[in-house]
Protein backbone atom coordinates (compact mmCIF):
# COMPACT_ATOMS: atom_id res chain seq x y z
CA UNK A 1 0.00 0.00 0.00
CA UNK A 2 1.32 3.09 -0.92
CA UNK A 3 0.74 6.97 -0.03
CA UNK A 4 0.03 7.91 -3.63
CA UNK A 5 -2.77 4.98 -3.79
CA UNK A 6 -4.58 6.47 -0.46
CA UNK A 7 -4.38 10.19 -1.92
CA UNK A 8 -6.16 8.68 -5.28
CA UNK A 9 -8.84 7.13 -3.66
CA UNK A 10 -9.82 10.14 -0.96
CA UNK A 11 -9.62 12.29 -3.96
CA UNK A 12 -11.85 9.46 -6.15
CA UNK A 13 -14.32 9.78 -2.99
CA UNK A 14 -14.15 13.35 -2.44
CA UNK A 15 -13.95 14.84 -5.85
CA UNK A 16 -17.31 12.26 -6.59
CA UNK A 17 -15.34 10.65 -9.37
CA UNK A 18 -12.13 9.89 -11.41
CA UNK A 19 -12.64 12.31 -13.72
CA UNK A 20 -12.61 15.13 -10.59
CA UNK A 21 -9.42 13.36 -8.87
CA UNK A 22 -7.74 13.27 -12.12
CA UNK A 23 -7.93 17.44 -12.48
CA UNK A 24 -7.27 18.04 -8.68
CA UNK A 25 -3.92 15.43 -8.60
CA UNK A 26 -2.69 17.12 -12.17
CA UNK A 27 -2.70 13.21 -13.02
CA UNK A 28 -4.95 11.28 -15.89
CA UNK A 29 -7.48 9.65 -15.52
CA UNK A 30 -6.94 6.05 -15.59
CA UNK A 31 -2.99 6.32 -13.51
CA UNK A 32 -5.45 7.29 -10.92
CA UNK A 33 -8.45 4.25 -12.22
CA UNK A 34 -4.69 2.62 -11.61
CA UNK A 35 -3.55 2.89 -8.23
CA UNK A 36 -7.25 2.95 -6.90
CA UNK A 37 -7.29 -0.83 -8.60
CA UNK A 38 -3.49 -1.20 -7.15
CA UNK A 39 -4.42 -0.43 -3.66
CA UNK A 40 -7.91 -2.61 -4.18
CA UNK A 41 -5.72 -5.52 -4.68
CA UNK A 42 -3.52 -4.87 -1.88
CA UNK A 43 -5.90 -4.43 0.12
CA UNK A 44 -7.87 -7.67 -1.37
CA UNK A 45 -11.12 -6.80 -1.75
CA UNK A 46 -13.59 -3.45 -3.32
CA UNK A 47 -13.45 -0.53 -2.13
CA UNK A 48 -15.41 1.60 -4.30
CA UNK A 49 -19.08 -0.08 -5.84
CA UNK A 50 -19.91 1.46 -9.28
CA UNK A 51 -23.66 2.14 -9.81
CA UNK A 52 -24.89 3.52 -13.03
CA UNK A 53 -22.70 6.89 -13.02
CA UNK A 54 -22.30 6.96 -9.23
CA UNK A 55 -19.69 5.52 -6.54
CA UNK A 56 -20.54 3.95 -3.23
CA UNK A 57 -18.13 3.15 -0.45
CA UNK A 58 -17.94 -0.43 0.34
CA UNK A 59 -17.55 -1.42 4.24
CA UNK A 60 -14.12 -1.94 3.71
CA UNK A 61 -13.75 1.30 1.57
CA UNK A 62 -15.20 3.60 4.54
CA UNK A 63 -12.29 1.67 6.79
CA UNK A 64 -9.51 2.13 4.13
CA UNK A 65 -11.11 6.14 4.06
CA UNK A 66 -11.38 6.89 7.44
CA UNK A 67 -7.39 5.67 8.20
CA UNK A 68 -6.06 6.60 5.13
CA UNK A 69 -7.18 10.33 5.34
CA UNK A 70 -5.51 9.63 9.09
CA UNK A 71 -2.05 8.55 7.42
CA UNK A 72 -2.30 11.41 5.15
CA UNK A 73 -2.52 13.92 7.94
CA UNK A 74 0.60 12.12 10.26
CA UNK A 75 2.35 11.85 7.08
CA UNK A 76 2.24 15.21 6.24
CA UNK A 77 2.63 16.66 9.78
CA UNK A 78 6.15 14.50 9.97
CA UNK A 79 7.30 16.72 6.84
CA UNK A 80 5.69 19.97 8.16
CA UNK A 81 7.82 19.15 11.79
CA UNK A 82 11.48 18.39 9.37
CA UNK A 83 10.83 20.90 7.47
CA UNK A 84 10.85 23.14 10.52
CA UNK A 85 14.44 22.18 10.80
CA UNK A 86 15.42 24.26 8.72
CA UNK A 87 14.04 27.79 10.27
CA UNK A 88 11.72 28.78 8.04
CA UNK A 89 14.49 28.31 4.74
CA UNK A 90 11.76 26.59 2.84
CA UNK A 91 8.06 24.74 3.33
CA UNK A 92 4.89 25.55 2.90
CA UNK A 93 1.42 26.91 3.80
CA UNK A 94 -1.59 25.58 3.21
CA UNK A 95 -4.35 28.10 3.65
CA UNK A 96 -7.72 28.92 3.06
CA UNK A 97 -9.30 32.24 2.71
CA UNK A 98 -13.03 33.19 2.25
CA UNK A 99 -14.09 34.88 -0.73
CA UNK A 100 -16.18 37.45 1.11
CA UNK A 101 -13.91 40.17 1.60
CA UNK A 102 -10.26 38.62 0.32
CA UNK A 103 -8.78 41.42 -1.84
CA UNK A 104 -9.86 44.41 1.51
CA UNK A 105 -9.15 41.67 4.30
CA UNK A 106 -6.01 39.97 2.94
CA UNK A 107 -4.46 41.27 0.01
CA UNK A 108 -1.97 43.21 2.30
CA UNK A 109 -1.51 40.59 4.77
CA UNK A 110 -1.02 37.96 2.03
CA UNK A 111 1.80 40.48 0.34
CA UNK A 112 3.80 40.91 3.46
CA UNK A 113 4.01 37.41 4.51
CA UNK A 114 5.54 36.64 1.30
CA UNK A 115 7.98 39.85 1.62
CA UNK A 116 9.05 38.06 5.20
CA UNK A 117 9.44 34.85 4.12
CA UNK A 118 9.62 34.42 0.10
CA UNK A 119 10.52 30.87 0.87
CA UNK A 120 8.24 29.65 2.42
CA UNK A 121 5.20 27.98 -1.09
CA UNK A 122 1.71 29.19 -0.38
CA UNK A 123 -0.80 26.62 -1.61
CA UNK A 124 -4.23 29.07 -1.69
CA UNK A 125 -7.99 27.91 -1.50
CA UNK A 126 -10.66 30.22 -1.59
CA UNK A 127 -14.39 29.43 -0.80
CA UNK A 128 -17.24 29.25 2.24
CA UNK A 129 -16.77 28.28 5.91
CA UNK A 130 -18.35 24.66 5.15
CA UNK A 131 -15.58 24.01 2.38
CA UNK A 132 -12.79 25.66 4.76
CA UNK A 133 -13.69 23.59 7.86
CA UNK A 134 -13.97 20.30 5.11
CA UNK A 135 -10.69 21.13 4.04
CA UNK A 136 -9.19 21.85 7.36
CA UNK A 137 -10.36 18.42 8.89
CA UNK A 138 -9.20 16.07 5.90
CA UNK A 139 -5.96 17.52 6.06
CA UNK A 140 -5.86 19.66 2.87
CA UNK A 141 -5.58 23.22 4.46
CA UNK A 142 -3.54 23.56 7.63
CA UNK A 143 -5.19 27.03 8.45
CA UNK A 144 -8.52 27.93 6.99
CA UNK A 145 -10.69 31.37 7.44
CA UNK A 146 -13.76 30.79 8.42
CA UNK A 147 -16.82 32.07 10.52
CA UNK A 148 -15.81 31.33 14.35
CA UNK A 149 -16.52 27.41 14.71
CA UNK A 150 -19.07 25.94 17.12
CA UNK A 151 -17.48 22.37 16.26
CA UNK A 152 -14.92 21.79 18.91
CA UNK A 153 -13.11 19.43 16.74
CA UNK A 154 -11.31 23.08 15.71
CA UNK A 155 -9.15 25.25 17.46
CA UNK A 156 -9.26 28.86 16.31
CA UNK A 157 -7.87 32.48 16.26
CA UNK A 158 -10.45 35.21 16.08
CA UNK A 159 -9.64 38.04 13.12
CA UNK A 160 -12.19 40.34 12.99
CA UNK A 161 -16.09 40.97 13.71
CA UNK A 162 -18.04 43.07 11.27
CA UNK A 163 -21.50 43.96 11.53
CA UNK A 164 -23.55 43.34 8.40
CA UNK A 165 -25.35 46.07 5.82
CA UNK A 166 -27.64 45.68 3.30
CA UNK A 167 -27.48 46.78 -0.46
CA UNK A 168 -30.78 47.94 -1.87
CA UNK A 169 -31.75 49.27 -5.14
CA UNK A 170 -31.50 52.61 -5.13
CA UNK A 171 -35.10 52.48 -6.54
CA UNK A 172 -36.38 50.52 -3.37
CA UNK A 173 -39.12 52.23 -1.40
CA UNK A 174 -36.68 51.31 1.69
CA UNK A 175 -33.82 53.08 0.45
CA UNK A 176 -34.32 56.53 1.90
CA UNK A 177 -34.13 55.09 5.30
CA UNK A 178 -30.93 54.79 7.36
CA UNK A 179 -31.07 51.98 9.10
CA UNK A 180 -33.30 49.13 8.86
CA UNK A 181 -34.57 45.94 10.15
CA UNK A 182 -34.15 42.01 9.11
CA UNK A 183 -38.33 42.09 9.09
CA UNK A 184 -38.59 45.17 6.79
CA UNK A 185 -37.04 42.99 4.02
CA UNK A 186 -39.63 40.23 4.27
CA UNK A 187 -41.29 40.77 1.03
CA UNK A 188 -38.21 41.43 -1.09
CA UNK A 189 -36.17 38.72 -3.13
CA UNK A 190 -32.65 38.16 -1.26
CA UNK A 191 -29.42 37.56 -3.18
CA UNK A 192 -27.92 34.81 -1.22
CA UNK A 193 -24.17 33.46 -1.19
CA UNK A 194 -23.51 29.34 -2.51
CA UNK A 195 -24.10 26.79 -0.13
CA UNK A 196 -20.92 26.13 1.37
CA UNK A 197 -21.37 29.41 2.83
CA UNK A 198 -22.09 29.13 6.40
CA UNK A 199 -23.27 32.92 6.61
CA UNK A 200 -26.60 31.69 4.51
CA UNK A 201 -27.35 29.62 7.64
CA UNK A 202 -27.09 32.22 10.15
CA UNK A 203 -28.82 34.83 7.81
CA UNK A 204 -31.85 31.97 7.16
CA UNK A 205 -32.00 31.31 10.80
CA UNK A 206 -32.18 35.05 11.51
CA UNK A 207 -35.28 35.88 9.17
CA UNK A 208 -37.28 32.60 10.45
CA UNK A 209 -36.81 33.80 13.98
CA UNK A 210 -38.51 37.61 13.00
CA UNK A 211 -41.43 35.10 11.50
CA UNK A 212 -40.09 34.86 7.83
CA UNK A 213 -38.43 32.79 5.14
CA UNK A 214 -36.56 35.03 2.72
CA UNK A 215 -37.61 34.73 -0.95
CA UNK A 216 -34.63 33.40 -3.03
CA UNK A 217 -33.76 35.82 -6.12
CA UNK A 218 -30.30 33.93 -6.63
CA UNK A 219 -27.20 33.05 -5.45
CA UNK A 220 -23.65 34.04 -5.95
CA UNK A 221 -20.07 33.18 -4.35
CA UNK A 222 -18.80 36.63 -5.86
CA UNK A 223 -19.62 39.80 -3.64
CA UNK A 224 -19.65 42.81 -7.11
CA UNK A 225 -21.74 40.20 -8.98
CA UNK A 226 -24.13 40.26 -6.14
CA UNK A 227 -24.09 43.88 -5.77
CA UNK A 228 -25.02 44.20 -9.73
CA UNK A 229 -27.98 41.97 -9.45
CA UNK A 230 -28.68 44.30 -6.71
CA UNK A 231 -28.24 47.32 -8.79
CA UNK A 232 -30.46 45.33 -11.56
CA UNK A 233 -33.72 45.53 -9.45
CA UNK A 234 -33.29 41.64 -8.62
CA UNK A 235 -33.10 42.11 -4.84
CA UNK A 236 -31.28 42.77 -1.91
CA UNK A 237 -27.82 41.32 -0.65
CA UNK A 238 -26.48 41.24 2.96
CA UNK A 239 -22.70 41.91 3.17
CA UNK A 240 -19.82 42.42 6.30
CA UNK A 241 -19.73 46.06 6.29
CA UNK A 242 -16.02 46.07 5.00
CA UNK A 243 -17.31 44.13 1.90
CA UNK A 244 -20.61 46.31 1.28
CA UNK A 245 -18.16 49.42 1.40
CA UNK A 246 -16.08 49.05 -1.41
CA UNK A 247 -19.64 47.41 -3.35
CA UNK A 248 -21.62 50.80 -3.19
CA UNK A 249 -21.86 52.28 -7.01
CA UNK A 250 -24.59 54.22 -9.13
CA UNK A 251 -28.12 52.16 -8.60
CA UNK A 252 -27.33 50.64 -5.27
CA UNK A 253 -27.68 52.23 -1.50
CA UNK A 254 -26.39 51.01 1.15
CA UNK A 255 -27.84 50.99 4.85
CA UNK A 256 -26.71 49.70 8.21
CA UNK A 257 -28.77 46.86 9.41
CA UNK A 258 -29.94 46.70 13.17
CA UNK A 259 -29.86 42.52 13.48
CA UNK A 260 -29.49 40.13 16.51
CA UNK A 261 -25.60 40.32 17.63
CA UNK A 262 -25.57 36.72 16.46
CA UNK A 263 -25.76 37.67 12.59
CA UNK A 264 -22.17 39.24 12.26
CA UNK A 265 -18.98 38.20 10.07
CA UNK A 266 -16.81 37.19 12.85
CA UNK A 267 -13.85 35.36 10.78
CA UNK A 268 -11.56 33.29 12.26
CA UNK A 269 -8.43 30.91 11.26
CA UNK A 270 -9.05 27.54 12.13
CA UNK A 271 -7.10 24.67 12.51
CA UNK A 272 -7.34 20.95 13.77
CA UNK A 273 -7.53 20.83 17.41
CA UNK A 274 -4.43 19.15 18.55
CA UNK A 275 -2.53 19.06 14.75
CA UNK A 276 0.98 20.28 14.55
CA UNK A 277 1.14 23.86 13.40
CA UNK A 278 4.15 24.43 11.44
CA UNK A 279 6.72 27.19 11.87
CA UNK A 280 4.84 28.48 8.08
CA UNK A 281 1.73 28.41 9.93
CA UNK A 282 2.54 29.55 13.30
CA UNK A 283 4.31 32.97 11.35
CA UNK A 284 0.69 33.40 9.06
CA UNK A 285 -1.06 33.47 13.04
CA UNK A 286 1.58 35.97 14.41
CA UNK A 287 1.02 38.65 11.12
CA UNK A 288 -2.82 38.02 11.51
CA UNK A 289 -2.52 39.01 15.29
CA UNK A 290 0.02 41.98 13.97
CA UNK A 291 -2.62 43.42 11.96
CA UNK A 292 -4.69 46.67 12.83
Not at 8 to 30: D, K
Not at 38 to 48: A, I, S
Not at 140 to 154: C, H, I, Q, R
Request: hydrophobic share 45%; net charge neutral.
Amino acid sequence: MEFKQLRSFIEVVNRGGFTQAAHTLHISQSAVSKQVAQLEQDVGQPLLERQASQLHLTAAGRIVLERGEALLRQRQALLEELDDLNQMGRGELRLGLPLLGSDALFAGLFAEYRRRYPNISIQLLEGGSHSMEQAVRTGELELGGSLTPSDPAFAYQPFCNEPLDVLLPAGHALAGLGQIDLHQLAETPFLLYQRSFVLNDRLLKACQQQGFTPKEGGRSGQADFLAALVAAGQGVVLLPRVVAKALERPGVVRLALRAPTELRWDIAFIWRRGAYLSRAAQAWLQLVRQAP
